[in-house]
């Protein structure tokens, strides 16, 4: 069994749960209607899309749930700047709201080409939500709309965010140098 490198513990799992219930909170009142569907981003927000899924559920909130699973990174630590995909959703988003949730907010390229392939396909209107965003991730109005906590400039592990698909399934965030 190989032994775990170096791990800097950036939020403990007791207080990322708290962050994604205090998230759900705030997006609660902008999803009261039953028009929306929670898209999560494939593989790294699965973790992140189950909580607050559940943090949701527990204010009588219950989107409809698919998947989209693009891909930038590979087994790179960073983007190669071409987002390819994998699979598309299942069900139609025609006239729906979207909160499309994806793990670690970056370059931003991710969110908004999934952003933009949404509306294509008749989403009544998309609000992005990431479990994290990087220091020199865009801002404003090019920036996320929900974000859970603004992480360091380093490489993330842990709770869905991976190393060449390793420990995706540690429950808190880290971070590797």
Do not use: N
Not at 22 to 44: K, N, Q
Not at 141 to 159: N, Q, T
């Amino acid at each position: 069994m190989t032994e775990l490198p170096k791990i800097d513990v950036i939020l403990p799992e007791a207080e990322l749960m708290a962050r994604v219930d205090e998230l759900a909170e705030r997006l609660a009142p902008r999803l009261r209607s039953d028009d929306w569907t929670a898209v999560s981003i494939l593989i790294g927000a699965t973790p992140f899309t189950s909580d607050l899924m559940k943090a949701l559920a527990r204010r009588h909130i219950h989107p409809v749930l698919d998947v989209m699973w693009l891909e930038s990174y590979r087994d790179a630590r960073e983007s190669s700047g071409r987002v390819v995909v994998r699979a598309d959703i299942a069900r139609s988003v025609e006239g729906r709201g979207i909160l499309l949730v994806d793990d670690v907010f970056d370059t931003g390229r991710t969110l908004d080409f999934a952003k933009q392939h949404l509306l294509a396909k008749g989403a009544r209107e998309v609000i992005t939500v990431a479990l994290t965003q990087k220091p020199w991730a865009p801002r404003g109005e090019l920036g996320v709309d929900f974000c859970a906590f603004d992480a360091p400039g380093r490489f993330l592990v842990g709770y869905g965010m991976d190393d060449k698909g390793r420990y995706r399934g540690l429950p808190f965030i880290g971070a590797l140098d």
